[in-house]
């Protein structure tokens, strides 16, 4: 497990309570969350850049794309350490106390280094996986057999290699007083 200068290890949680350590659970959570958070640093400076992906099990990364050049690809060659997140929230939680209001969540961090896949038949590869994650019903249409040249060289595929992860979980009662949904309605 990694650590940062102050040697406290970064997946760590202050709160034992609501860790998930079922790595099939994260791995679930990674598979449907429907897109996710990439963090990047360059000259101590953070950058987010919210995306799709697809997690790829056998090889423990995620995949995922942009354009050809940009922040995202520009950051990458800079500095490939990078960090991940999905998350959910589910009901708002009141209590009597302002300090004891809360939010039911499932969310998962990812540690590791992306990389700018250069070899035509991962990045062919990854982007297949990504459009059978997310337009499942083209998967037979001839035109999305093979990505052509062009496509693919207009396209930076990058491969996410997964060092470390945690998954985390605050969920309630479904009979828990007074929870419900954002936004709130009466």
């Not at 709160?15 to 598979?31: A, M, P, S």
């Not at 990045?123 to 249409?141: Q, S, V």
């Not at 992860?165 to 309605?185: I, V």
């Amino acid at each position: 497990m990694s650590e940062d200068t102050r040697g406290k290890k970064f997946t760590k949680m202050r709160r034992n309570i609501r860790e998930v350590t079922d790595e099939d659970w994260i791995k679930g959570f990674l598979r449907r969350a429907p897109y996710g958070y990439f963090a990047t640093s360059v000259d101590d400076r953070p950058f987010l850049h919210i995306n799709t992906f697809a997690y790829y099990e056998k090889a423990n990364c995620i995949y995922f794309h942009t354009a050809s050049a940009g922040r995202m690809k520009e950051n990458i060659e800079e500095n490939k350490k990078t960090c991940f997140a999905v998350s959910e929230m589910g009901r708002l939680l009141p209590a009597e106390r302002p300090s004891e209001l809360s939010v039911e969540y499932s969310s998962v961090i990812v540690f590791g280094e992306t990389e700018i896949i250069e070899e035509k038949d991962e990045k062919n590869k990854a982007l297949k996986m990504l459009i059978e994650k997310y337009f499942p019903h083209l998967k037979d249409a001839e035109k999305y057999k093979s990505i052509p040249d062009g496509e693919i060289e207009i396209t930076t595929v990058y491969r996410f290699k997964i060092s470390e992860w945690s998954g985390k979980q605050h969920k309630q009662r479904s009979d828990h007083p007074g929870a419900f949904n954002y936004p709130y309605s009466e």
